[in-house]
């Protein structure tokens, strides 16, 4: 059973690019969430896909948004990037009855120059 | 707005020292209280607790929730320069099963 991937691990961009971060769920999960980790906090969430549907956003602003695929994988866009941008972002996947516990992959480090 | 706070922040311990980890949360629509262990970047699954006063065990560690009170703690007993890490505690809140997370508490543990 593979675990969730994430691409790639370090981005390097400048303020106003576009970037997009890919996910791989863990095998057989269904729902994906991305979460947002900025230095010395702990992870917000940005929002979750449920069968290729968004199922809940957090406090973010929609120049971030998503996409998830027939095959359960997911991608992170961000449009117009800003300095504040700079974090960590993880994903986590969940699956049918236990989908509250989030398994996580090891994450995208984003730097926003 | 869904708080979720931990304390302490940091903590240096010994090897073979008991250390004790706290979280106390004020959200809505309380559904679980999760615990993670992060090491570099992938938080690892820890424990899920839902139900109160029932304590769960892996190993060294434990943890307990109390829904009156609204906190959980974790305990890691007999240290070992492994369990050095951030901890981080999370309530899932609503039905969307979003984790609100704390800050986390960073442990180091000293040979």
């Known amino acids: 059973e593979t675990g969730v991937t994430q691409s790639p691990t370090h981005l390097i961009k400048t303020r106003g690019q576009q970037v997009t971060l890919r996910c791989s769920s863990q095998s057989g999960h269904n729902t994906v969430s991305w979460y947002q980790q900025a230095l010395g906090q702990g992870p917000q969430f940005i929002f979750q896909?449920?069968?290729?549907?968004?199922?809940g956003r957090g406090n973010f602003p929609p120049r971030f948004s998503g996409l998830q695929f027939p095959n359960y994988s997911s991608e992170l866009n961000v449009n117009a990037l800003e300095l504040d941008d700079s974090a960590l972002y993880l994903c986590?996947?969940?699956?049918?009855?236990?989908?509250?516990?989030?398994?996580f992959g090891a994450g995208t480090r984003l730097s926003v120059l | 707005e869904d708080k979720v706070v931990q304390s302490p922040l940091s903590l240096v311990v010994h090897e073979g020292d008991t250390v004790t980890l706290n979280c106390s949360y004020e959200v809505t629509n309380f559904r679980s209280l999760l615990w993670y262990k992060q090491e570099k970047k992938a938080p690892t699954f820890l424990f899920m607790l839902?139900?109160?006063?029932i304590e769960k065990k892996s190993g060294r560690l434990s943890s307990i929730l109390d829904k009156k009170e609204l906190f959980s703690i974790l305990n890691i007993t007999a240290t070992q320069t492994g369990d050095s890490a951030v901890y981080l505690c999370a309530v899932e809140v609503g039905s969307n099963y979003k984790l609100t997370f704390g800050k986390g508490t960073l442990l180091t543990v000293n040979p």
């Open positions: 986590a996947s969940s699956q049918g009855e236990a989908k509250n516990i989030q398994y």
């Open positions: 839902t139900s109160s006063g």
């Open positions: 896909y449920y069968r290729e549907e968004e199922n």
